[in-house]
């Protein structure tokens, strides 16, 4: 039996957004509102679609979603735009602290059901991870018309730079990571773990972004159970101590704890590559540097040529690195790098070669007062 049109078009507007726009439908407006923006996103999406046959990729996606919107509308928001492998979601009508809180748990509960949905489906054990990035602010939100010779064309979304950040953080994060920008990390310190991951340049945001990462709930933070009439359990409490934004150095060291529970292991492992390397540049160094000067003078003159350049390079290397992430970009340390790797070059290609050297037959250094004699 034939659905009357009415019926059809409910199934593609949001319950939510039909009841904010009430009576006055017919003419609505736009208006200045504080939100919160949740951005979700299948990671490569692409590559399920090419492993996966249609009639699987689309019953996964189904499910998947299901219980993500479930998520969503438990917490209080509303999916507003569906685009393709993700979705964005809008959290309104209350403080923005409310808000924002309400998209931090929607993203933890979704990230809880990327697994169940997986198998729920029916699907193969293998990677499916969803990313989410999570701005708020004052936003432009609304109807947005768009008339055309077929009529006109309506979709309810959030305009401005929170909906542009807020996807920009979304395409940042990787392996089911939770992004966060300032704003919100502020409004949800006192009651989640967070990690920071210091200042970001985003494609067409005119300004750095300090970005965090959502962990989870602080155990002593209220707890959020299933919503009346809902089915979408709130994530519990993370049983890990309590992390303040702002923290100091013991406090570093419980971030790295839960950075490597939250899946970033694979640091270890390039450090561990980056220190054989460095070993494999420090062993020789002492030798290479003595070598240069008389025997008498190879120690003296070996840890002052050491001790100087340290100074004079390696002391502000950190002091400019800091000043120049978030005013020129990642761009500008390495081209300090490249520029001080250049320097090197020149001056080990100037010196010479004393490898093969005796230093029995090196001049030595005749004491002053001899000197001065002859």
């Given at each position: 039996m034939a659905l009357p049109t009415e019926l059809i078009a409910q199934h593609f507007v949001p319950r939510g957004v039909l009841q904010r726009l009430g009576p006055d439908a017919v003419s609505p407006q736009k208006d200045i509102v504080e939100v919160a923006v949740l951005f979700v996103d299948v990671q490569d999406c692409s590559t399920l679609c090419e492993t996966l046959p249609p009639s699987a990729m689309n019953r996964l996606l189904e499910m998947a979603f299901g219980e993500f919107f479930d998520c969503v509308h438990d917490a209080g928001g509303d999916?507003?735009?569906?685009?393709?492998?993700?979705?964005?979601?809008l959290f309104e009508g209350r403080p923005l602290q409310e808000n924002v809180r309400a998209a931090a748990r929607a993203a933890l509960a979704i990230q809880q059901r990327t697994v169940t949905g997986h198998r729920q489906a029916g699907m193969p054990e293998g990677p499916f991870d969803v990313n989410m990035g999570l701005h708020a602010g004052s936003a432009f939100v609304g109807v947005t018309r768009f008339v055309s010779r077929e009529g006109e064309r309506w979709t309810y979304t959030a305009s401005g730079p929170v909906t542009n950040v807020a996807a920009r953080l979304c395409a940042l994060a990787r392996d089911g990571a939770i992004m966060l920008s300032e704003v919100a990390a502020t409004l949800l310190a006192g009651a989640y773990l967070?990690?920071?991951?210091?200042?970001h340049h985003f494609?067409?945001?005119g300004h750095a972004v300090r970005v965090y990462r959502l962990i989870g709930e602080r155990t002593n933070a209220p707890q959020h159970h299933t919503a009346p009439g809902g089915r979408c359990d709130m994530v519990p409490a993370v049983e890990e101590p309590p992390l303040p934004v702002e923290h100091s150095r013991p406090q570093m060291l419980q971030i790295g704890a839960l950075a490597?529970?939250?899946g970033l292991s694979r640091d270890a492992r390039v450090i561990s590559l980056i220190a054989i390397a460095h070993s494999m540049q420090y062993g020789p160094q002492s030798s290479y540097i003595a070598e240069n000067f008389p025997t008498g003078l190879?120690?003296?003159?070996s840890g002052l040529g050491y001790q100087t350049a340290s100074l004079i390079a390696g002391g502000p290397a950190p002091l400019l690195a800091t000043w120049m992430l978030p005013t020129f970009g990642w761009q500008a340390i390495a081209v300090y790098i490249i520029a001080c790797v250049v320097i090197t070059l020149v001056a080990a290609a100037l010196l010479p070669d004393r490898s093969r050297a005796d230093v029995a037959t090196m001049p030595e250094l005749a004491p002053a007062g001899r000197a001065a004699a002859g």
């Amino acid at each position: 039996m034939a659905l009357p049109t009415e019926l059809i078009a409910q199934h593609f507007v949001p319950r939510g957004v039909l009841q904010r726009l009430g009576p006055d439908a017919v003419s609505p407006q736009k208006d200045i509102v504080e939100v919160a923006v949740l951005f979700v996103d299948v990671q490569d999406c692409s590559t399920l679609c090419e492993t996966l046959p249609p009639s699987a990729m689309n019953r996964l996606l189904e499910m998947a979603f299901g219980e993500f919107f479930d998520c969503v509308h438990d917490a209080g928001g509303d999916v507003n735009e569906i685009m393709g492998d993700g979705f964005m979601a809008l959290f309104e009508g209350r403080p923005l602290q409310e808000n924002v809180r309400a998209a931090a748990r929607a993203a933890l509960a979704i990230q809880q059901r990327t697994v169940t949905g997986h198998r729920q489906a029916g699907m193969p054990e293998g990677p499916f991870d969803v990313n989410m990035g999570l701005h708020a602010g004052s936003a432009f939100v609304g109807v947005t018309r768009f008339v055309s010779r077929e009529g006109e064309r309506w979709t309810y979304t959030a305009s401005g730079p929170v909906t542009n950040v807020a996807a920009r953080l979304c395409a940042l994060a990787r392996d089911g990571a939770i992004m966060l920008s300032e704003v919100a990390a502020t409004l949800l310190a006192g009651a989640y773990l967070l990690h920071p991951l210091g200042m970001h340049h985003f494609k067409n945001i005119g300004h750095a972004v300090r970005v965090y990462r959502l962990i989870g709930e602080r155990t002593n933070a209220p707890q959020h159970h299933t919503a009346p009439g809902g089915r979408c359990d709130m994530v519990p409490a993370v049983e890990e101590p309590p992390l303040p934004v702002e923290h100091s150095r013991p406090q570093m060291l419980q971030i790295g704890a839960l950075a490597a529970k939250a899946g970033l292991s694979r640091d270890a492992r390039v450090i561990s590559l980056i220190a054989i390397a460095h070993s494999m540049q420090y062993g020789p160094q002492s030798s290479y540097i003595a070598e240069n000067f008389p025997t008498g003078l190879a120690y003296a003159g070996s840890g002052l040529g050491y001790q100087t350049a340290s100074l004079i390079a390696g002391g502000p290397a950190p002091l400019l690195a800091t000043w120049m992430l978030p005013t020129f970009g990642w761009q500008a340390i390495a081209v300090y790098i490249i520029a001080c790797v250049v320097i090197t070059l020149v001056a080990a290609a100037l010196l010479p070669d004393r490898s093969r050297a005796d230093v029995a037959t090196m001049p030595e250094l005749a004491p002053a007062g001899r000197a001065a004699a002859g």
